[in-house]
């Protein structure tokens, strides 16, 4: 698995023209929340998005090194398949590293819900529908993990 972090000040997912996820960590009385772009590959399973989460909620890249878990930051979780794109040959990236949506539906889902089991508040975009997402990246910072 692989997750994109940015810290945010404000983040918002909408699907023909509805929010259907936001947070706003810094009206909450926060300075920060994150926003994590997860992509699922093939060999993925329920332990690596577990560890994944963990590693997200723990990870220190907020303000004075502190991390979500610290802060109690707010986390919105988009699926992301483009993550796992390959564009080592040619011009039209290869997409075949990514899980297809049957696989990677329930784990992205089970890894958002491990975040919310660690404590975090979560907020999801939709699985497989045409997002648009604004965000206010602060720092600008923006780290990859991968498993």
């Known amino acids: 698995m692989r997750a994109l ?4 000040s404000s983040a918002r997912v909408t699907v023909d023209e509805q929010v259907v996820g936001r947070i706003d960590p810094v009206a909450d009385g926060l300075p920060h929340g994150l926003v994590a772009l997860v992509g699922v590959t093939h060999s993925d399973s329920e332990a690596s998005a ?4 963990d590693k997200v909620w723990r990870l220190r890249i907020l303000d ?6 610290d802060l109690g930051a707010p986390i919105l ?3 992301q398949f483009t993550l796992y794109a390959d564009t080592k040959k040619g011009r039209r990236p290869s997409w075949s590293a990514a899980a297809p949506g049957a696989v990677a539906e329930p784990l992205v889902e089970y890894f958002a819900q491990a975040l919310r089991e660690l404590g975090a508040t979560v907020a999801t975009g939709r699985f497989g529908a045409h997002m648009h997402i604004e965000l ?4 600008p910072v923006t780290v990859m993990l991968e498993l």
């Open 77 to 79: 979780v988009v699926s």
């Open 50 to 53: 577990r560890a994944l989460a």
């Open 64 to 69: 004075g090194e502190r991390s979500a878990a």
């Open 5 to 8: 972090l940015q810290r945010v």
């Open 136 to 139: 206010v990246n602060d720092g």
